[in-house]
């Protein structure tokens, strides 16, 4: 293969993917709460109602990731991403002619099938192909979007909400989409350094003497399937990923509820949302420094101890204190799981094996807030559900460490 000089191309495809997790996962995840209120007011239903369409949108990508192995195959990524990109977009328009919750459920159905087809999954697979080093770099700064995003566009959204309208606002966030990122998913995206005449970012891997066969190519879905660690690290997935989210989605309310004003909650929100889209890229060094063992014992530890924080939290200090560690806890959940899925499996069977992990981690997205929301009905606090939390963390880490040397044990026969 050709070395060509200056920036190469592998970052556009970084550039491309940032663009997807600022726009596509952060509005059709991270943004639904904006407009709960307006929403929920016009059709005279409950908040819940509202809020099962994320259910229904983590339900279709959770669909599409357990068959990511069929779907994503080594020409078709691009072919995927882009027809799924040129449609949510206009499913998503959609939502501002709804005239009943039902109709939303149909829209967030589509929705949600179209993020898993040019979400979480292909980025990770294209990312994991054109990088052979810095891939931690790649990933961090890849999917520092969805933060970077919130931090951005939830003013803005509240603002157009407010001036022009939930409706229109559902409109006019569908035609940022559709401009800014589908000439991405057109023109940039390829599905193979070859494509391009190049190598992956730092050259060919060259397979070691010593190195298994294994190791050098990977594992099937079946072989992984047959390894007692892959079975481990599935729940492991759920919990971090139910913990994580529920951090997310709960800081507002949680603030709030210390005796904040409204306003203040929502800056601090968005003030978590910035520091976890800088704690992705900074993750993602940790991981190509410090390899998966270290970054990821340290991500649940700061996880753990964040969820402690807040539990604990009778002052702001404890309150800062948490906001700040969790950002590193919080972007393992993304930034960790492609990372740890290709150093344990490989890649020769890459986009099935993280489908698994991917729908997985779409459940503990799922069940996390319903679950510390649950808590906070029965006794009237968020503490019992962080303290909780806590807790899983605490056992992911020795969870983790477990699977770990049985994947290096497994890896030197």
Not at 128 to 154: D, H, I, Y
Not at 360 to 387: C, E, N
Request: aromatic share 12%; hydrophobic share 50%; net charge positive.
């Amino acid at each position: 293969m050709e070395k060509k000089k200056g920036l190469h191309y592998g970052w556009l495809i970084v550039f491309s993917c940032f663009m997807i997790m600022s726009l596509y996962l952060c509005i059709v995840m991270n943004c639904p709460g904006l407009f709960l209120i307006s929403v929920t007011e016009e059709f005279g239903i409950s908040r819940s109602q509202y809020t099962l369409n994320t259910t229904v949108i983590s339900v279709a990508m959770m669909i599409v990731s357990l068959n990511a192995g069929r779907i994503f195959s080594a020409d078709r990524i691009k072919k995927v991403m882009m027809i799924s990109s040129i449609i949510l977009p206009v499913a998503y328009f959609f939502f501002s002619k709804a005239t009943n919750i039902y109709m939303f459920y149909l829209i967030s159905a589509i929705v949600g099938f179209c993020l898993g087809l040019c979400g979480m999954v292909p980025m990770s697979t294209l990312i994991t192909r054109w990088f052979n080093e810095k891939r931690g770099l790649a990933t961090g700064l890849a999917f520092t979007g969805s933060g970077l995003g919130g931090m951005v566009l939830q003013p803005i959204i509240g603002k157009l909400i407010a001036t022009t309208g939930w409706r229109n606002t559902y409109a006019v966030l569908a035609v940022i989409m559709f401009v800014l990122v589908v000439p991405c998913t057109v023109f940039i995206i390829k599905n193979d350094p070859a494509d391009k005449g190049l190598e992956p970012y730092g050259g060919a891997k060259k397979p070691m003497e010593s190195a298994p066969v294994v190791e050098a190519e990977g594992m099937t879905l079946a072989q992984a399937r047959k390894k007692a660690y892959f079975w481990m690290y599935l729940p492991l997935v759920t919990l971090t990923s139910a913990a994580a989210c529920s951090m997310v989605q709960n800081v507002s309310p949680y603030v709030t509820d210390l005796g904040f004003d409204p306003t203040v909650a929502a800056s601090l929100s968005a003030l978590s949302l910035g520091i976890l889209a800088g704690c992705k890229v900074l993750l993602g060094q940790i991981f190509d420094k410090k390899g998966s063992l270290f970054s990821t014992v340290m991500s649940l530890i700061c996880m753990g101890v964040a969820c402690f924080c807040y539990a604990s939290a009778t002052n702001s200090a404890f309150l800062y204190a948490g906001l700040v560690i969790s950002g590193l806890g919080i972007a393992y959940t993304t930034v960790g799981y492609p990372i740890n899925t290709q150093a344990m499996f490989g890649k020769k069977d890459y986009s099935a094996v993280y489908g698994n992990v991917a729908s997985f981690s779409a459940i503990g997205t799922a069940l996390g807030s319903p679950v510390t929301s649950i808590i906070y009905d029965a006794t009237g606090s968020y503490r019992m559900a962080w303290a909780m939390w806590a807790v899983v963390n605490a056992v992911a880490v020795f969870v983790f460490i477990a699977l770990t040397k049985m994947a290096e044990k497994d890896t030197d026969k």
